[in-house]
C-alpha cells in the first residue's frame, strides 16, 4: 500500500485524538487505533516508511504515538494453542 | 385488499387503559377504552357487514352496512364509528338490519358491473362476499339506471390497474393515501352520484402517488387491482417472509400460485412495518425470475476471456484450487472475501466462518464499510453497543424529531411514513441536511428547522447545537452524571462551551443562520422525547465516526435515551447490514463485536470451529483493494456486492480487481464486479432461501423458502461447497443449524432459535437469558458499556475542498424507487420513474454555466469524469450538486474519491469538488467513455 495514503489515514487518525487535553491518552488513542484496526502489514509498512524517510509528512502526534508504541505495533498477538474441544 | 384469509376488525382497537364490558349477541366481551363496537364484535367472534371498514384505517362510517341496533338508544348506528360503552347490549343480527342492509346493498349493486366470473377480485372481493352475507337476491332498481359502468379503466401505473366501474368510493384507498402513507395523493371528486376517486385530476402514473399499494391494498373491490393478479389469477397459498430491499425490514406475505409469486402483501402483523410497504418491496419483486438470472456456474482463465458454463462441481473446484494455489505462493493473507448485506444473517456467517477459518486471515469486510461501518464505531465508543437504540415504533412517542443525513421518505419508506404520521400528529421535526428532501416541507408536515448545511460540516453544526444546549442550561445534567462517566462529560462541555463552537462562530463554516442551531438545539433539549434518526449523510464523510458520536453526546446530555420515544437511530441502508455486522463481517472484530485480539474470544469460536484463529485485525476492503495493486492481496471471495459499482473512485477498484488473480463473484445476476470475475458463481434471491435478515432495530425477522433456487444452491449451500473444496467441510442440513451455532457463539443471539421467531415473529437482540423476548430499547437501567461515555468531537474540515477549477460540492443519494445499485430494481418496472440517473443543480450556478433542463452535462472531479442530464432544482443549495448512483452507465463514483472516515476508511461519498460543464456534443449517447466491455457469457 502507498505509504502517503497510510500517512494520511495516520494523521486523520491523529485528528480526531488531537483534541483530547490529556495527552498521554491521546498518545494512547492513535496507538490503540492502530493497533486494534490496522492489519499488520499495514502498520509494518507505515513504520518501514517512517523508518526510510524520517516520516516528516506524519503530525507530531501521529509519529510521537506510533515510536512510543513502535514494539506494541510491530509486535504480533500470539496465536492460541489450539481448539480446547 | 387483504386476502380473505385474514381477519380484520374492521377499526383499530382503542388505546384507554380502562376496560369495558359490553354484551354483542349474547356474547360477553372485555375491550379497552376507545374501542369501537365493530371491533369490539370481532373480538366477540361476531362479524358485522361492512365495506368502507378496515382495521388499518381509522373509522369512517360511509357505507352504512355495519349499523347495529343498541339497547336503549334509537336508530341505527354505525358500529365502526360507535365506541363502546360499560354494560351496552349490542344487537348485530335483526330483521330490521338484514332489511337496511339489503337496501344499501341493492344501491350498490345498482351501479356495479355484474362480471363476477371473470372478475380478477373473484372469491376474494369484499363487495362480492357482502351481497352473500346480507341476502342480496335481486335489485330492485333495475341495472339500466345512470351508473358508472362505462368510465374508463386507468392502466397507467406497471403495477396496479384502476377500474372505476367498480369503485364504491368508500374512501379507503383516499385514507389509506393519508393515513397510512401521508401522501395525499388521492381524493374524492365530484358530490352525491357525481362522487369518484381520483389521483388529483390526472391518471395515477402521472399523479403525485408513489405506488406503495396502500390503497390497492385498503380497496375492497376491483377497482385497485394489481396487475399480476389480473394475469395470473388468485394465489393458493402464503409464505411469510423479509422483504430484501431496505433496513427496514418489512415483513411480507408472498402469495404464491404453485412456485409463482403473483402478489406481495405487507404483513400486518409485522411489527416493522404493521402493514406498510413500498413500491420496491411491494411491486419490485420481478427480478428474481427475470431473464438476466445466472442460473449455471461459469469459469475463465482470465477476465478477457469468454465464460465457459460448467457445473457446480467443477466451478467450486476450480475456485477452491485458485484459493489454494495463490495461497501457497503469496501466504495466507493474499486472499479474503466479502460478505454480502443483502443475503441473509447464516449466509454472512458462513462467509466469514470460511474466511477465518477456511482461508484462515481475518480478511473479511461487509458493505457496512461503505455505508455504516462509523455506526459501529461511533455507537460502541460511546454506548457501549454498534446498534440503534430503539424499535421503529418508539417513534409514535416522539415529541421533538431530528432527522440527519437522511432521506426516510425515500430511502426508508415505510418508516418515513410512520415518521410523518407522527409529524402529523404534532411532533415537532427538525432536518439537518445540503438539500430540501421531501420532509422539510410535504403535504401536512412542514420541518421547525431546516439547517441546510454545507456539505462536510455536520461535526460544526452537531457542536454549535451541543454549544446551545451546554450554555444556556438545557443539558439534563441528573441523567448525564447519573448515567455517563463524570469527568469526560466535564470535559466535554468545558469543549462544547468553548466560544469557537457557538453558532456564531461555525455560521461561516456551516452556512447555517445561528439564529436557526440555537432555535432547533432548544427545540430538542426541551421536548419530553427526543429522537435522532440518521443515515448516510452523517456517516459517509471524513468525519463520519466523529459526527455518530457527536449525536449520541448530543442525545446523552439531554437525556434522550433509555426510553420509548427517544435515542439514537441509524437508519441502515441494505435489507441485513445490520445482520452482516452482527455477524462478524469485519475484519477486526469477531461476531458480536469482539475484538480479534481477545484469547477467550477466539477460544470459544475456536473450540466449536476446530481451528486455530488468527489474532491480528485483517484487511478491510478499501485496503485489500490498495493490497491488491501493491501485489500483496491477489484473490476475493465476494457475495453479493457490487464493488465496482457501489465503491468510490472506480478507477482504482477496477485496476484493483483487475490486478487480481482469482475473483469469485457469487450474485444474481452478471454485474459490474463480475466484468472483473473468473469465477461466477450463481447466487439465490430471497425468495429462494430459508434464514433470517436484521433490520435497523435489531429486529430478526425470518426468510421463508418461496420457490426452488434458480440455480439449484442457496448461497448458504455454495459457502458450503466451496468449503467443502478448501478442505475445511462446514455441514449444515437447514439454515436453522446455522442459527443454533450462532446462538451458542453469540451473548446477544444466545435466545434465539428459528422455533421462537417462528413463535414470536421476530426478535429485536439482544435475546438471551436476561431478555428472553429480545429488547426493544436499550440501554434502559445502564449503557452496555457501563458508564456512557462523551468524546470531544472536534470539527476537521475536509481534505476535499473547492477551488477554481472544482468550485462545487457533489453530495449523492438514493430515489424512492431505485435500490442501492439497481441490480434488482432496473430489472423491473419501477425505471419508469427513474429511468436515469441525473444531476440535480440549482437554476442559479446552471445559468452560470448555460446549462439548461434535462441537458447533458459533463461532471468532473479530480479523479474522474462521466456524464449525465441536469435537472435544475431549488432542492439543491447553490454550490452544491447531487446525483444518485443506481444506474452503472452513469458511474457516478467514477468521480467519488479515496477519502474516507479517520476511524473505519467508510468514504467520503457525501463530498466531492466537482465541476459541471455543458457536454460538447448534447446527442451523443450517455455511456461514458473508458467503461470496460460486459463480460460475455
Not at chain 2, 266 to 291: I, M, Q
Not at chain 2, 576 to 592: I, K, R, T, Y
Not at chain 2, 711 to 724: F, K, N, V, Y
Amino acid at each position: 500500500m502507498a505509504a502517503t495514503k497510510l500517512a494520511r489515514m495516520a494523521n486523520q487518525i491523529g485528528s480526531f485524538f488531537a483534541s483530547e487535553p490529556d495527552h498521554a491518552l491521546a498518545m494512547e488513542g492513535v496507538a490503540s487505533h492502530l493497533r486494534r484496526t490496522w492489519e499488520p502489514r499495514m502498520r509494518l509498512q507505515l513504520i518501514a516508511w517512517m523508518d526510510e524517510t524520517g516520516g516528516a509528512e506524519l503530525s507530531p502526534l501521529v509519529r510521537e504515538a506510533v515510536l512510543a508504541n513502535r514494539e506494541r505495533l510491530t509486535t504480533p498477538t500470539p496465536r492460541n494453542p489450539g481448539p480446547t474441544a | 385488499m387483504y386476502s380473505v384469509k385474514e381477519q380484520d376488525a374492521g377499526t383499530p382497537e382503542g388505546t384507554g387503559t380502562a376496560l369495558v364490558t359490553l354484551d354483542v349477541d349474547g356474547r360477553m366481551v372485555i375491550v379497552p377504552e376507545g374501542t369501537s363496537v365493530m371491533h369490539a364484535a370481532s373480538k366477540a367472534g361476531v362479524q358485522v357487514p361492512k365495506l368502507c371498514a378496515t382495521e388499518t384505517l381509522g373509522a369512517f362510517g360511509s357505507c352504512r352496512l355495519c349499523i347495529v341496533e343498541i339497547e336503549g338508544r334509537r336508530g341505527f348506528p354505525s358500529s365502526c364509528t360507535t365506541l363502546v360503552q360499560e354494560g351496552m347490549k349490542v344487537h348485530t343480527q335483526t330483521p330490521k338490519l338484514a332489511e337496511l342492509r339489503r337496501g344499501v346493498m341493492e344501491l350498490y349493486i345498482s351501479d356495479h358491473p355484474l362480471d363476477c366470473l371473470t372478475c380478477p377480485s373473484n372469491g376474494n372481493c369484499e363487495l362480492q362476499e357482502m351481497a352473500g352475507v346480507v341476502g342480496l337476491r335481486d335489485v330492485r332498481y333495475g341495472l339500466k339506471g345512470s351508473n358508472h359502468l362505462e368510465a374508463a379503466k386507468d392502466e397507467s401505473n406497471p403495477y396496479f390497474t384502476f377500474d372505476p366501474s367498480k369503485c364504491i368510493v368508500c374512501s379507503r384507498c383516499v385514507r389509506a393515501c393519508e393515513e397510512i402513507q401521508g401522501t395525499f395523493a388521492l381524493t374524492v371528486e365530484g358530490r352525491g352520484f357525481d362522487s369518484r376517486i381520483s389521483a388529483g385530476g390526472t391518471d395515477f402514473m402521472s399523479s403525485e402517488c408513489v405506488s406503495c399499494g396502500a390503497c390497492v391494498q385498503a380497496c375492497p373491490t376491483a377497482t385497485l387491482m394489481e396487475k399480476t393478479i389480473i394475469e395470473n389469477g388468485q394465489p393458493d397459498h402464503v409464505v411469510k417472509t423479509t422483504c430484501a430491499y431496505c433496513g427496514v425490514g418489512c415483513s411480507f406475505r408472498a402469495e404464491v400460485k404453485g412456485n409463482e409469486v403473483v402478489r406481495m402483501v405487507p404483513d400486518k402483523t409485522g411489527l416493522a412495518n404493521e402493514g406498510h410497504s413500498c413500491v420496491k418491496g411491494r411491486f419490485a419483486w420481478g427480478y428474481a425470475t427475470h431473464k438476466d438470472r445466472v442460473t449455471t456456474p461459469m469459469i475463465r482463465k482470465s477476465p478477457d476471456d469468454a465464460w465457459q458454463i460448467v457445473g457446480w462441481a467443477e466451478a467450486l473446484r476450480y475456485a477452491a484450487s485458485e484459493i489454494q494455489r495463490i495461497q501457497e505462493k503469496h501466504g495466507r493473507a493474499a486472499v479474503g472475501g466479502i460478505t454480502s448485506s443483502r443475503c441473509t444473517n447464516e449466509e454472512t456467517w458462513l462467509v466469514q466462518k470460511l474466511i477465518r477459518a477456511g482461508f484462515g486471515n481475518n480478511n473479511v469486510d461487509t458493505c457496512a464499510r461503505v455505508c455504516h461501518s462509523p455506526t459501529g464505531y461511533g455507537l460502541k465508543a460511546t454506548l457501549g453497543e454498534s446498534a440503534g437504540t430503539q424499535d421503529f415504533e418508539s417513534v409514535d412517542h416522539s415529541d421533538v424529531i431530528v432527522v440527519i443525513g437522511a432521506n426516510p421518505t425515500q430511502g426508508h419508506p415505510v418508516f418515513g411514513s410512520r415518521l410523518k404520521r407522527r409529524v402529523r400528529e404534532g411532533a415537532k421535526l427538525i432536518v439537518i441536511d445540503p438539500r430540501a428532501i421531501d420532509i422539510v416541507r410535504q403535504p401536512h408536515v412542514e420541518a421547525s428547522y431546516h439547517l441546510q448545511l454545507r456539505p462536510g460540516t455536520n461535526v460544526a453544526v452537531a457542536n454549535a447545537l451541543a454549544h446551545v444546549i451546554v450554555t444556556e442550561g438545557l443539558a439534563d445534567d441528573a441523567f448525564a452524571r447519573a448515567r455517563c462517566d463524570v469527568a469526560e462529560y466535564d470535559t466535554w462541555r468545558a469543549f462544547v462551551s468553548e466560544p469557537r463552537n457557538s453558532p456564531e462562530a461555525t455560521e461561516a463554516i456551516t452556512g447555517v443562520p445561528a439564529a436557526s442551531v440555537r432555535g432547533a438545539a432548544r427545540v430538542y433539549a426541551g421536548a419530553r422525547n427526543g429522537a435522532i434518526y440518521y443515515g448516510l449523510g452523517v456517516t459517509e464523510h471524513s468525519q463520519g465516526s466523529t459526527m455518530v458520536i457527536a449525536i449520541a453526546n448530543l442525545a446523552m446530555c439531554t437525556g434522550n435515551i433509555g426510553r420509548t420515544g427517544v435515542g439514537v437511530n441509524p437508519l441502515r441502508g441494505q435489507n441485513n447490514v445490520q445482520g452482516a455486522c452482527d455477524m462478524g463481517s469485519f475484519p477486526h472484530e469477531l461476531p458480536g463485536y469482539r475484538h480479534v485480539s481477545d484469547v477467550g474470544v477466539r477460544a470459544s469460536f475456536e473450540s466449536v470451529w476446530h481451528t486455530i484463529l488468527d489474532p491480528e485485525p485483517g484487511l478491510r476492503l478499501p485496503n485489500m483493494l490498495d493490497a491488491a495493486l501493491e501485489g500483496s492481496f491477489r484473490a476475493i471471495y465476494i457475495q453479493g456486492e457490487d464493488i465496482a459499482q457501489s465503491d468510490p473512485d472506480l478507477h482504482h477498484v477496477e485496476a484493483a480487481l483487475r490486478a487480481m488473480e482469482c475473483v469469485i463473484v457469487q450474485d444474481i445476476f452478471l454485474n459490474e464486479t463480475s466484468k472483473f470475475a473468473h469465477v461466477f458463481l450463481p447466487g439465490a434471491t430471497f425468495l429462494e432461501k430459508d434464514g433470517t435478515f436484521t433490520n435497523a432495530e435489531r429486529r430478526i425477522g425470518r426468510v421463508r423458502k418461496v420457490m426452488p433456487s434458480l440455480s439449484g444452491m442457496a448461497d448458504w449451500e455454495i459457502t458450503c461447497a466451496l468449503a467443502r473444496e478448501l478442505g475445511y467441510p462446514m455441514h449444515y442440513d437447514h439454515p436453522s443449524q446455522i442459527m443454533d451455532e450462532i446462538a451458542s457463539l453469540m451473548p446477544t443471539f444466545t435466545g434465539v432459535s428459528y422455533a421462537k421467531l417462528d413463535e414470536m415473529g421476530s426478535i429485536q437482540w439482544p435475546c438471551n437469558d436476561e431478555t428472553p423476548e429480545g429488547t426493544p430499547i436499550m440501554h434502559v437501567e445502564a449503557f452496555v458499556r457501563g458508564k456512557g461515555r462523551f468524546m470531544i468531537t472536534e470539527f476537521v474540515a475536509t481534505e476535499e475542498r473547492v477551488t477554481p477549477m472544482y468550485p462545487l460540492l457533489l453530495t449523492t443519494g438514493r430515489i424512492l424507487s431505485q435500490y442501492n445499485v439497481g441490480a434488482q430494481t432496473r430489472r423491473t418496472e419501477n425505471v419508469r420513474w427513474h429511468p436515469e440517473d441525473v444531476l440535480e443543480i440549482h437554476p442559479h450556478d446552471a445559468e452560470e454555466r448555460g446549462i439548461n433542463q434535462g441537458d447533458q452535462v459533463a461532471l468532473k472531479s479530480r479523479v474522474g469524469e462521466t456524464r449525465l442530464r441536469a435537472e435544475l432544482t431549488e432542492r439543491v443549495q447553490p454550490g452544491v450538486v447531487y446525483t444518485t448512483f443506481h444506474h452503472p452507465v452513469t458511474r457516478a463514483n467514477v468521480v467519488t474519491t479515496d477519502l474516507s472516515d479517520w476511524a473505519t476508511n467508510c468514504p467520503e461519498y457525501k463530498v466531492t469538488a466537482v465541476q459541471v460543464r455543458r457536454a460538447p456534443n448534447q446527442d451523443a449517447a450517455l455511456a461514458p467513455a473508458g467503461a470496460p466491455e460486459i463480460g460475455g457469457k
